[in-house]
């Protein structure tokens, strides 16, 4: 699962916990997590409808059983119910589900902080150097914040840091924003918080009156969702986090006391949800407090839930509220492409997922990490920050890292308060520093830079204009892809970052059947993933785009970003057509013959109908049917169960793949469902793996290129499960081996009316003329093993792209 010991069990009863400890041992805070959880309140669950429902048809169904709503979740428009008498979490989402008008139902997981071992406490450090236009305040702590001003305190590289003292040079915030701090509770009397607490305007303290109608009565400082009450915070040892991770975002600055906040001006609103662990329907009540009352943003250091799609709703909420959500990635120094950890993995436009910094430029050693999943780092280890009672400690943690971002966002949003939410996203994750420890380990590869992210440049990228398709080696090129005739190579020369000087920030490469000409077709055409990073101006750069139709012709453009979001004009429009491929191996699952090309089928692994691959013209498999490991029903408990393919000959093949369609619901993070190659069905190699849940069908390529020339190959498919919660299960349809071929040849067979007879008609499809052809035909009975009984040989020369033979032979019948 993730190599590390699972002394974490999935409790029956779950919480939130913060996800940071502290380094001066004034308090105690919860274990490491080690990896996603997914525990959940027991006895309730969300129920969402299907708009356009009946308002009475929740009332109905839940009189039905005999389930009582607990309260209304407007922003998503669900229900948090009881569980009807002994019923259980899984027998209730399953009954939920069946019924018409409810589009999904789920259990109210729990969400923790993320914590991790903290590293030695910074130490104070005397003459530091100020650069040319900057700002050092007067905080008598703010020289141990190496993630703001980096002069090698302790050990650091120099100016491993934001920039802060420059970035102040130009704005050090407003106390007109208002960030939401979704977390532990917050110690609004701290010396060094108090003066940047946001205040409900529309309140009087300690009257017992909803003064402004919003259905909180004295939230002067924001709610206690855990609570249900107004005090925001109650104790020392429950509500840290929130407190270190407010002040890291807005601790009141340039006091000659204690520490320095990223915003010297903003106001923080305490939405406090965690208490040992907490509900994802308190987390959707703190985004629709913060949506309602004004925030601009969220920071959001917590996880542990499992994939929640109410909770994914409530973000999309704030997003179309035009707020960010902004995320800590985890702490279990996993790749969260493959275990994803929840919320910084949901694919919400507006989440800002953060990784781990050091003070020497590298990636936390607790630090999750993802090319796809994660966007950029920021400080996180031995942060010091505002801790309750008044005091100050270091905390390292993803936690940490976060509101880095959350504090530099506030300046963007000062210094250019026309731009959207997504606008910001950009400027923080493209004006970073590209770090080494970050490359190909978040979107970006960079590190927060506040100085850079204030930057006003209103020049873009040069123009590309020589994108060309590189040639297949036959054609003269000099590059091959590993993807069969599934993939094409573009390359072009760098352009630069203000006009042809500097480096850019990203490409968008796209491309598309029909010619790419205008902005128009550049929109609408497909945009491609894993785009490499910009290299220096008159660079060769070069990417290979797959997952496209064999014997297709394919056009490309693309456009640089600089790293304020500016884009170049369009370049030129590259074209090329895919290679060949032939299939050695192909499965749609449509009959029961399907069963005899797989060498074992463990039980429950079956053909279903339950749902299929949509048919697609470049896979003309069709049908109705798959390959599921549960068949029927939810998969069981305790599962270790595979089908794997029959001996596969790929010798004399160049640049094998194996591509299947597939759709999962797999408990994340603890049951996995697992690709895996073998040369001889004994030992096998693990090439993917599958956990979370995916409803729409997709397409996977998998290179072979170890097992190119291998005369036996197996691969299967595995699922492997714990002892509790299952799932609907994993789905594969559409099955395929395929390979480069410059030459295809394909043989039907006729017999004729007495049977004895067999005409052999023979295809012949060819990129480049060739010189000759000579093929050899065997046949024998459904018992003879292959390549015994050889018929004849027949040679002969062709010179056309495509040239049919024929040839006769009697059978002996």
């Known amino acids: 699962m993730n190599g590390i010991p699972r002394s974490l069990t999935k409790l029956q009863t779950a919480k939130f916990i913060p996800l940071a400890v502290t380094l001066l041992g004034v308090f105690s ?121 980096n002069t090698g305190q302790s050990g650091g590289v120099v100016d491993a840091d934001i920039d802060a003292p420059e970035a102040w040079a130009i704005t050090k915030g407003t106390d007109t924003l208002i960030v939401g701090v979704i977390d532990t509770g917050i110690q609004n009397a701290h010396p060094d918080l108090a003066g940047n607490m946001w205040v409900n305007p529309g309140e009087t303290a300690g009257d017992g009156v909803d003064n402004d109608g919003n259905g909180y009565i004295d939230d002067i400082y924001g709610w206690d969702f855990r609570n249900n009450d107004a005090s925001v915070y109650d104790d020392a040892s429950i509500d840290a986090h929130g407190t270190h991770v407010a002040g890291t975002i807005g601790a009141v600055s340039n006091n000659a006391a204690g520490i320095t906040g990223i915003a010297w001006n903003v106001k923080i609103m305490s939405l406090k949800f965690l208490h040992n662990g907490r509900s994802t329907s308190d987390a959707i009540d703190a985004i629709e407090y913060a949506i309602d009352n004004g925030a601009h943003m969220t920071t959001n250091s917590w996880g542990g839930g499992g994939a929640s799609q109410a909770l994914q709703d409530a973000i999309q909420a704030s997003g179309n509220a035009g707020m960010l959500f902004l995320a800590a990635s985890g702490n279990s120094a996993l790749n969260a492409d ?47 920050s505002t801790i309750p009672a008044g005091g100050y400690a270091s905390f390292s943690g993803t936690s940490m890292a976060t509101p880095h971002v959350t504090g530099v966002a506030v300046l963007v949003y000062t210094a250019f308060p026309s731009l959207t939410h997504l606008e910001v996203k950009q400027r923080l994750m493209w004006t ?109 750069e070069s990417a290979t785009i797959i997952g496209l139709d064999p014997e297709s012709t394919y056009y490309f453009a693309l456009k640089t970003l600089d790293n304020v979001g500016n884009k170049s004009a369009l370049s030129n429009s590259a074209d090329g057509e895919t290679g060949m ?109 599958f956990t979370g849940k995916q409803d729409d069908w997709t397409s996977e390529s998998i ?31 559409d099955v395929r081996v395929i390979a480069d071929a410059d030459v295809i040849l394909s043989v039907s067979m006729t017999l004729d009316a007495s049977g004895d007879t067999a005409l052999a008609s023979l295809n012949l499809e060819n990129k480049e003329n060739i010189a000759g052809l000579s093929y050899q035909l065997s046949w024998g009975t459904q018992d003879n093993v292959v390549r015994e009984n050889p018929l004849s040989f027949h040679a002969s020369t062709v010179s056309n792209r495509v040239l049919g033979l024929v040839h006769s032979f009697e059978a002996d019948s």
Do not use: C
């Open 432 to 540: 970073g520093d590209p770090i080494a420890a970050l490359a190909g380990k978040s979107v970006s590869g960079r590190r927060l830079n506040a100085l850079s992210a204030l930057e006003t440049d209103s020049i873009p990228p040069s123009v590309v204009v020589d994108l060309a398709v590189t040639e297949d080696p036959g054609q003269g090129g000099s590059a091959i892809t590993p993807f069969a005739g599934t993939a094409l190579t573009v390359s072009w020369t760098a352009p630069g970052d203000d006009g042809s000087t500097g480096t850019a920030s990203e490409y968008d490469i796209r491309y598309s059947t029909s010619p790419i000409t205008d902005n128009d077709a550049f929109d609408a055409a497909m945009q491609t993933t894993r785009e490499p990073y910009p290299s220096a101006p008159g660079s060769t």
């Open 29 to 149: 805070l919860p274990n490491i997590l080690e990896a996603q959880q997914t525990d959940f309140v027991p006895g309730r669950l969300i129920v969402k409808y299907q708009d356009g429902s009946r308002a009475s048809r929740g009332a109905a169904l839940r009189d039905a059983v005999g389930s009582q709503m607990i309260k209304h979740l407007p922003l998503i428009n669900a229900e948090l119910v009881t569980l009807p008498d002994g019923w259980d979490v899984a027998t209730a989402v399953q009954w939920f589900e069946g019924q018409a008008d409810v589009k999904y139902a789920e259990p109210d997981y729990i969400w923790y902080a993320i914590e991790n071992i903290p590293e030695p406490s910074a130490k104070d450090i005397s003459g530091i150097v100020n650069s040319l236009s900057t700002v050092i305040p007067d905080d008598t702590r703010f020289g141990e914040m190496w993630g703001l001003n």
């Open 703 to 733: 290179t072979m290129d170890d097992y190119a020339g291998t005369e036996s190959f197996y691969f299967r498919f595995r699922l492997v499960t714990d002892g509790s919660v299952v799932k609907d299960g994993w789905y594969i349809d």
């Open 338 to 384: 493959n275990t994803p950890m929840y919320p910084a993995a949901y694919p919400q436009e507006n989440i800002v997922s953060v990784n781990s910094t050091d003070r020497n430029d590298q990636l936390s050693s607790f630090s999750n990490y993802g090319l796809t999943s994660t966007d950029l780092g920021a400080p996180g280890s031995a942060i010091l």
């Open 581 to 689: 491929v032939v299939k050695i191996f192909a499965d749609g699952a449509e009959s029961a013959a399907s069963e005899d090309l797989w060498k074992q089928l463990d039980i429950p692994w079956s053909r279903t109908s339950e749902s299929s691959s949509p048919e697609d013209s470049s896979v003309p498999f069709g049908g109705e049917w798959s390959w599921t490991d549960s068949p029927g029903s939810d998969y069981g408990n305790l599962m270790n169960s595979s089908m794997y393919s029959m001996p596969i000959d790929l010798s004399g093949f160049s640049n094998p793949v194996l591509q299947f369609d597939t759709r999962y619901d797999i408990e994340n993070g603890w049951d996995n469902g697992y690709v895996e190659f073998s040369s001889d069905a004994l030992a096998w190699n693990t090439v993917a793996q």
